[in-house]
């Protein structure tokens, strides 16, 4: 038995069994659930091999509202916890865990595949394409990204959750503070999740590059498309650097190495830095794809074409130049001298003249607009000021001298929060919102869409805002409990009621989800908002091919001049279409790296080299296939725009 | 005849192989650490660049302008990544 204890968890509690319960009953219900109604052979053929971008979108978007739930309940938790002071809901330990899972579950887990989701299913439309530039590699990247968030998730119920912080700071991380497999996970699953981003950063770049469609020049591609363009080419640029980081954790953690270790010449301040210039860009990588996603809402809904179209796009370039000269000052405190520091400093406030800049073109693009508050439309008003607040009080932390006061405290807490939640989780919600009837062929509840962004921002203001004024009275983060002479005990039951207000206002999406699911109306247009890009040009469902003839583009926003000034899109005949076949291989490699990962987090070494051999087969195998696709032949694709024409 | 005869590739190659013998001396010479990696540093960029242009072809396709955008692009966040880490960790650390 000596040979199972390493999968108990070290750390045990009955909610613990009670989740290992629940996770097995779900899988088995699962399990059953496809055998009774046989969706066997559907799920393989329709989804598991499937390379198309419009399901591998709606994969990410299941994934992350999953991730979103798992992530929420961490919150509520650590929330919970806190609320009263000397609280004996959690202990120490259970409260480090949390912490450190509900940040990499939010950030690696939830907001990227969101951002993945919206990117894979729209940008090709809106560049007129049939598919990404690599359509088997797209489904490999998923199959990784997913398999390394199950791999993380198993953490808590298999051998220990990680317990370092999302951050994983060395020489906390190391062997010696984190004697449990939870950091071993945190360094694999990340790394393979990491993986996959990297291949997706290659993949769009690529396409973006090479597939848009005639006529489309740089500068006359959709908000979202650029904004997908920069964060692609950011992860191509940054995401090596947390490989690097991560094998050389792992290898410090597995195999002895003294990369950041306090002895032996280790210096464990590199991960931080390391982990940092990796970490700041990957901030830009959420946000930027957001600021897309509002700026196609803004100028959709107040039926104006974007306020300079130009200084948006040299924002961002410029954003993603600077957000790699930023990093340090994640840690001010660390030790560098007021050079080091200053430099720093002035990097990091210099990056909030072109942040500034795009919040000015919103409003000026909103200025004079015949404004009509949709649900997405909605979350975006609300994000420009509550994201304006995270803003300066960024500003206020670029202060290195400043900065030595909220290091560490829940003000810190709060301004990153400030910034993810309305700009990027509010901009993921309000893209679901607003590109739910794409994908799905009905609209969300409006009425209940926007209680949905009433309650998440009231919510999000009574939660972290008295963080703002805990954190300066000094109330550090990461700390379980706190005694009540502090006086942090109202504001935390106010932060308490905000997350649960949050709470209810997922509740609600939740709900509109079901709701609508059985009560809209399906009788829609292919455009319900009267929108100005590419993507509304084509049927609702997407076809397969999603264009029948390729849209010839001479203006930006060539769909509403279709609409509006009656230039053509479709010149072209139909013609046979060329598609990729779908394939297995993408999602069998994703289970074997799984395997590889969860041999690697325990050192079973046998099972390591077998899976890692299983992984070369499979790329071999790739190598070797002669897979020349498919044709769709004029005849059908007649068959198909004559039937969805029909169904409008 | 001319024109048959690919002279920059031949030229490329003898030069690259005129770096790795430059870059071998620093195993068989006794230099000081500095004067080796400064070498080493030296002809590893030189031979990346040369491999980049001449065998890989990088300025001979449409997509001149991207691939080079992106390898300097790749050079800048290289150096910044390196010196910013030298200037945090080392230089500027009391």
């Known amino acids: 038995m000596d040979f199972f204890d390493r999968f108990a968890i070290p750390h045990p509690s009955p909610a613990i069994y009670a989740s290992m319960v629940a996770i097995g009953l779900t899988m088995i219900a699962v399990l059953a659930g496809l055998t009774y109604f046989k969706k066997w052979g559907y799920l393989w053929r329709e989804w598991l091999t499937t390379v198309d971008h419009k399901r591998i979108g709606i994969m990410y978007l299941i994934s992350a509202l999953l991730m979103l739930f798992r992530g929420g309940v961490d919150a509520i938790m650590l929330r919970a916890q806190l609320a009263t002071p000397d609280a004996k809901l959690l202990d120490a330990q259970h409260y480090n865990e949390i912490f450190s899972t509900h940040g ?87 790394q393979i999740a990491g993986i996959g981003t990297l291949m997706t950063g290659i993949n769009f770049m690529t396409t973006i590059l090479k597939m848009r469609a005639p006529g489309m020049t740089l500068m006359k591609m959709p908000m979202f498309t650029w904004s997908s363009l920069v964060a692609n080419v950011i992860i191509v640029f940054a995401f090596p650097v947390l490989t690097v980081a991560l094998a050389m954790g792992t290898m410090d953690r597995l195999f002895g190495t003294n990369f950041f270790t306090t002895d032996n010449g280790g210096m464990d301040m590199l991960w931080a830095n390391l982990f940092w210039v990796w970490g700041h860009p990957e901030v830009y990588i959420l946000i930027l794809p957001a600021f897309g996603i509002y700026s196609e809402i803004i100028s959709t809904f107040a039926r104006r074409n974007l306020y300079g179209y130009k200084s948006m796009v040299f924002s961002m370039v410029i954003i993603a130049g600077y957000s790699f000269l930023v990093w340090a000052h994640h840690f001010f405190t660390m030790g560098q001298g007021a050079l080091t520091n200053s430099i720093f400093s002035i990097t990091t406030m210099a990056i909030a003249v072109p942040t500034g800049v795009k919040i000015f073109n919103w409003l000026f693009t909103l200025w004079k607009g015949k404004i009509e508050i949709t649900t997405p ?95 300066l009275d000094g109330q550090a983060r990461r700390m379980y409990t706190y005694s009540e002479s502090t006086g942090y005990g109202p504001l935390n039951m106010v932060s308490f009621i905000g997350a649960l207000i949050m709470a209810v206002g997922f509740a609600v999406i939740v709900y509109n989800i079901y709701y609508s699911i059985r009560y809209a109306s399906r009788d829609i247009s292919a455009d319900p908002w009267d929108a100005r890009t590419l993507e509304w040009a084509t049927h609702t469902p997407v076809p397969e091919y999603n264009f029948a003839v390729v849209p010839q583009v001479n203006s930006i926003e060539a769909y509403w001049d279709s609409k509006k000034k009656g230039q053509v899109l479709f010149k072209d005949k139909y013609e046979k279409i060329h598609m990729p076949n779908s394939s297995g291989v993408p999602f069998i490699m994703g289970c074997i790296f799984f395997a590889w990962g969860f041999s690697f987090v325990f050192g079973l070494w046998v099972p390591l080299i077998l899976t890692t051999i299983g992984i070369f087969v499979c790329m071999a195998l790739r190598s070797f296939e002669k897979d020349h696709g498919h044709y769709i032949s004029v005849e059908e694709v007649e068959e198909t725009e004559t039937k969805l024409r029909g169904a409008k | 005849m001319k024109e048959l005869f690919p002279a920059k590739q031949v030229m490329g190659f003898v030069f690259s192989l005129i770096l790795t013998a430059v870059a071998l001396l620093v195993y068989f010479m006794d230099m000081s650490f500095e004067l080796g990696m400064t070498v080493l540093l030296v002809t590893a960029f030189i031979q990346a660049g040369l491999q980049l242009v001449v065998f890989m072809h990088a300025g001979e396709s449409e997509d001149k302008a991207a691939i080079y955008t992106n390898v300097y692009y790749g050079l800048f966040i290289a150096l910044v990544t390196i010196f910013g880490t030298l200037l945090c960790m080392i230089w500027g650390y009391i």
């Open chain 1, 104 to 190: 990499v579950v939010m950030i690696l887990f939830m907001a990227m595949p969101f951002i993945m989701a919206l990117m894979n299913f729209v940008v090709p439309l809106q560049i007129g394409a049939r598919d990404v530039a690599f359509p088997r590699l797209n489904a490999l990247s998923f199959w990784l990204f997913f398999m390394g968030a199950m791999l993380f998730n198993i953490s808590f119920v298999i051998g220990g959750s990680p317990d370092a912080g999302w951050t994983s700071y060395f020489p906390l991380a190391g062997n010696e503070f984190s004697e449990s497999v939870g950091t071993n996970y945190y360094m694999i699953a990340i």
């Open chain 1, 377 to 471: 439309m909605l979350y975006a008003i609300l994000f420009i000021p509550l994201f304006t607040i995270g803003g300066v009080t960024g500003v206020m932390l670029a202060m290195s001298a400043a900065d030595y006061q909220y290091h560490n405290t829940m003000f810190l807490v709060a301004h990153f929060h400030n910034v993810i939640i309305p700009g990027v989780v509010f901009a993921m919600l309000a893209g679901l919102t607003y590109y739910w009837p794409k994908m799905f062929g009905f609209m969300l509840n409006e009425k209940l869409g926007k209680w949905a962004a009433w309650l998440l921002s009231i919510g999000f203001l009574l939660a972290f805002m008295p963080m703002y004024i805990t954190g």
